[in-house]
């Protein structure tokens, strides 16, 4: 007892006399400065525009800087929110988690400065990471748990960073949602109490909610002005993101994995690293942190993010399961004729003893059903050589069903609580796989490997997830472990799509979940795409796809032309309006061609022609939204600037349609006023030009004024219908 009492004053005595260091972590136009003095918790003090060294050396004197813990345990102040929780090895439910340092260093993207933590007690350290991009303004924290304590450590709450947040008119803007419904935008002033966001889906995180939110510092977000933190965590599982309004003169952020019935035993001399919680600061409103993560993404976490994508046909919504060998090459040949690269064969191609008619059999069974196919995938995708196009194919890796080979060989592979029955989901029989079982991984793996080493022509994989985790618990993890379930399903789900990635880095790989249920940064390093939704009705598309672009670039967003009534909401819109949403992300096509008119078809291979001239801008510019949907002005529109700023892409879609309506002049953005750009309408439907086609304006009178476009778009009078779109080019002369 003296001996700790010994070390107690030694840590005191040194907290008191060493000297605070301020740290600064910076980015390109970002700062973030912390405290870090040896022996003391340390603690926040700035995050926002770049610092000159001379405010940074004054920063404490400009006052109202609270000392916030940075990475606050559970134990010294037990009535704040803490960042780390754990029973260690001996019970002790405290912790205490002080300074022993800090290095710096460079990894060829960034410097990433690491914050040494331990208690004083326990042979427990903790390393805060900060990884800050020398060409993005983009921070990612992250940390590392290492337990040397004699016997296991047990984790409860073991959040990836925290930030506060100073108070004052704060908004937060989120996403929210459901199947087909995805990646709707709420936007809130921050109140008293505590705001919590969380998933608990086992499998899919982005259907109900999303682990990314931005805060507007200075009232109800802006699109081009004002100062927004953006915040984005990195991760494919069950996330919970916080943020505490108490009586201090902060916001206190926090975001990490769910803890919830996920305490995760760490054994001696094993080291738990969290997932990376991205932030970004701006003070170009809520795009400016759009482009900020828009930038980072397809650089430093989506698979080949630079790298232009087809244009496609899906054969999902034109033919559902009704899969032949006829229908699949006279889709690809309506693709080709209309100028696309490359066609999908979704659901419904597969199963031996059982067959894939419809979504309650056969998962897992991946060989070919030569009762549809007789001539197996080899002929497909010579079909798609024949016609000039890529070939693509769904598969549904992680689940299995119970009418199936695969489940009654290895029953003991799927997701089941300990001591209960089997818990089914879609089609009344659909399992998960469970993806923390080594042999489980292996077949996932063996899976891709073997359609892939078998048909290297074939150059897209939909990989869908259409199940969450029920009746959760592993027949592979030991009952002491059971809690580990939702993060070593998604530690294997990784592990496996890494051995892919490795195997095959070229193939194109779209993340399906339902629709949007895995639109996140944890997987996307491991993808080109993801499904933005099940519902391609066009106008509520808009609405998620604008939510969408929030965070992720429209090069990751697959967006189709469907056909009327809408399969999922039954509208009907006109075919002009459903090809201007569709381009505003990649563009591909959902529909049975052969049940198009020849006049549709014109009018479609016209906007493929038209969208792969704006491709680039499209899917590798910089966006800028103008009028948001959810202000209910009647309209929405946004637009894509090329990163030098000669060419651009405005998008105009009318959202109401009533008699005698004003609606807003829309002024542009990010062009340069000192540019001279010439108009050009794209898709166009109208009997005569609009005023302004061919026409040449100055950036800047385009931003400080704009230009209306007519309410409705004039064609015969029997083509006539209730909506009405526009696409202008803007070409720098």
């Given at each position: ?30 700062t ?30 400009a ?6 813990e ?12 803490p ?43 903790v ?50 949602g ?12 921050l109140?008293a ?84 919680l991205?932030?970004?600061?701006s ?21 080949h ?20 060998e006829?229908n ?9 004729d ?35 196919l ?79 080493s ?52 070229d ?12 639109a996140?940064?944890g ?47 039954f ?11 569709a ?68 998008y ?11 609606l807003?002049?829309v ?21 005569k ?45």
């Amino acid at each position: 007892m003296r001996k700790t009492s010994l070390i107690i004053s030694a840590l005191l005595s040194l907290s008191l006399t060493a000297e605070a260091e301020n740290v600064a972590i910076e980015t390109p136009n970002n700062t973030l400065v912390v405290d870090v003095t040896n022996g003391q918790r340390p603690t926040f003090l700035y995050y926002g525009p770049k610092l000159a060294k001379a405010d940074m050396a004054n920063l404490q004197s400009a006052g109202g800087y609270s000392r916030m813990e940075l990475y606050l345990p559970y134990g010294p102040v037990p009535q704040a929110e803490p960042a780390f929780a754990c029973r260690h090895s001996d019970g002790n439910m405290t912790t205490e988690l002080v300074a022993t340092g800090y290095d710096v260093k460079s990894d060829g993207k960034g410097t990433i400065t690491t914050i040494h933590l331990k208690d004083p007690q326990y042979s427990l350290s903790v390393d805060l990471h900060y990884r800050a991009y020398t060409d993005v303004d983009m921070i990612e924290t992250w940390t590392d748990i290492v337990n040397n304590e004699r016997g296991t450590v047990t984790l409860t709450d073991f959040y990836s960073g925290t930030l506060p947040i100073r108070r004052g008119d704060v908004w937060l803007s989120s996403l929210y949602g459901s199947w087909a419904s995805e990646a709707r935008v709420d936007e809130e002033p921050l109140i008293a109490g505590d705001k919590v966001i969380k998933n608990t889906d086992g499998t899919r995180n982005s259907h109900t909610s999303h682990a990314e939110v931005m805060f507007s510092l200075d009232g109800k977000a802006k699109e081009n002005s004002g100062d927004v933190i953006g915040a984005a965590l990195c991760y494919g599982g069950n996330y919970e993101l916080k943020v505490i309004t108490d009586d201090s003169e902060y916001h206190r952020f926090l975001a990490g994995i769910n803890p919830e019935n996920s305490f995760y035993n760490l054994k001696k001399g094993e080291t738990f690293t969290t997932p990376p919680l991205a932030l970004t600061y701006s003070q170009e409103g809520l795009s400016g942190a759009s482009r900020n993560f828009h930038k980072w993404g397809r650089v430093y976490r989506l698979a080949h993010g630079n790298e232009l994508r087809r244009i496609l046909l899906n054969s999902w919504e034109g033919v559902y399961f009704n899969i032949n060998e006829e229908n699949m090459d006279q889709m690809m040949a309506d693709i080709a004729d209309m100028g696309g690269e490359l066609f999908v064969m979704d659901d419904g191609w597969f199963g031996s003893k059982y067959q894939r008619n419809t979504d309650n059999a056969a998962l897992g069974d991946w060989v070919v059903d030569t009762r549809k196919l007789p001539n197996g995938l080899e002929n497909l995708v010579n079909d798609a050589k024949k016609h000039g196009i890529k070939f693509g194919i769904w598969i549904e890796p992680e689940a299995t069903n119970t009418t199936s080979e695969l489940y009654e060989k290895h029953p003991d592979w799927v997701i089941k609580a300990p001591k209960r029955d089997i818990s089914c989901g879609r089609g009344g029989t659909q399992l998960v796989l469970d993806m923390s079982n080594p042999k489980v991984q292996d077949h996932v793996f063996s899976l891709v490997d073997n359609l892939l080493s078998k048909y290297p022509d074939i150059a897209y994989i939909k990989w869908d997830a259409n199940m969450p985790i029920q009746s959760a618990g592993s027949q592979y993890l030991s009952m002491d472990e059971q809690s580990h379930l939702y993060i070593d399903y998604h530690r294997g789900l990784e592990k496996t799509l890494k051995r892919i990635r490795a195997k095959y880095p070229d193939v194109t790989i779209q993340l399906c979940a339902s629709g949007g249920g895995r639109a996140n940064w944890g997987l996307l390093p491991y993808f080109d795409e993801f499904w933005v939704s099940d519902n391609t009705d066009a106008l509520q598309r808009v609405y998620m796809q604008w939510g969408t672009s929030y965070f992720f670039p429209a090069i990751a967003m697959g967006c189709h032309i469907s056909a009327t009534p809408n399969h999922t909401v039954f509208r009907t819109t006109s075919l002009k309006y459903r090809i201007d949403v569709a381009m505003a992300g990649r563009l591909g096509m959902e529909i049975q061609p052969k049940n198009m008119t020849a006049e549709e078809k014109a009018l479609c291979k016209k906007a493929i022609a038209e969208y792969k001239e704006i491709r680039p801008v499209v899917q590798l510019g910089d966006i800028y939204r103008l009028v948001s949907p959810y202000d209910h002005k009647g309209l929405a529109s946004l637009m894509y600037v090329s990163d030098n700023k000669d060419k651009a892409v405005w998008y105009w879609w009318k959202t109401e349609n009533f008699y005698n309506v004003h609606l807003p002049r829309v002024r542009m953005a990010g062009l340069d006023p000192n540019k001279s750009y010439r108009v050009h309408e794209l898709d166009r439907v109208d009997l005569k030009p609009l005023d302004c086609e061919g026409k040449v304006f100055t950036g800047k009178f385009l931003m400080d004024t704009g230009i209306d476009v007519p309410y409705t778009n004039e064609v015969e009078w029997g083509k006539k219908t209730d909506w009405s779109s526009r696409v202008l080019y803007l070409e720098a002369l």
